[in-house]
């Protein structure tokens, strides 16, 4: 029996931390259907293949800044994250067939990430390439719109005074 997670769920648990989209202990326990402290137990037994880019707690201030989004992590003394890889990693750690089709929905997740982000980088520097473009010819508009505005302006006459009379 495969298990269904929907996208939607698993993508609002990827954070950008340190420039790196990662996953929280805490999520990724819940989606297995393990307890954290069972999660991070099984991390500590097989450490060697966790490395500091697959996996690395959080900073005291990152919990701090973290807890503004996730509210139950305010508490939390340490907090471990995954990336993609160490998502990965896990599905050698953990075994059940729970954990297998979770960490499948997971990696689709991020492929999915990547590629939406991907097609946002190229939309950006398209974006980037018009404005440049548009900001050349911005100055000769400006200076067409300033000619056009002196040609439009009523032409001014020297006032002359004749005694006893005043032209407006």
């Known amino acids: 029996m495969e298990i269904i997670i929907p996208d939607e769920v698993i993508e609002g648990k ?3 931390i340190q420039g790196k989209k990662v996953m929280l202990d805490k999520d ?3 989606l297995y259907g393990v307890g954290t402290k069972v999660l991070n137990q099984a991390v500590k037994r097989n450490i060697d293949r966790f490395p500091r880019d697959f996996m690395f707690s959080l900073t005291r201030k990152e919990i701090i800044r973290m807890s503004q989004i996730v ?3 305010k ?3 340490n907090i471990n994250v995954f990336t993609e890889q160490g998502v990965a990693m896990l ?7 729970k954990a297998i089709n979770v960490n499948i929905a997971i990696m689709r997740a991020f492929v999915k990430l990547r590629m939406i982000l991907s097609t946002h980088k190229g939309l950006m520097h398209k ?4 404005e440049q473009r548009i900001g050349k010819h911005d100055e ?3 200076n067409i719109f300033e000619a056009i505005r002196r040609l439009m302006e009523l032409p001014r006459f020297k006032e002359r005074v004749i005694e006893g009379f005043r032209s407006e």
């Open 28 to 30: 990724l326990a819940k």
């Open 91 to 97: 599905s050698t750690v953990l075994r059940s067939k």
């Open 14 to 16: 990827i954070y950008l």
């Open 127 to 130: 974006l980037e390439e018009l």
């Open 140 to 142: 000769a508009i400006q």
């Open 71 to 73: 509210t139950s992590l």
């Open 75 to 77: 508490f939390s003394k």
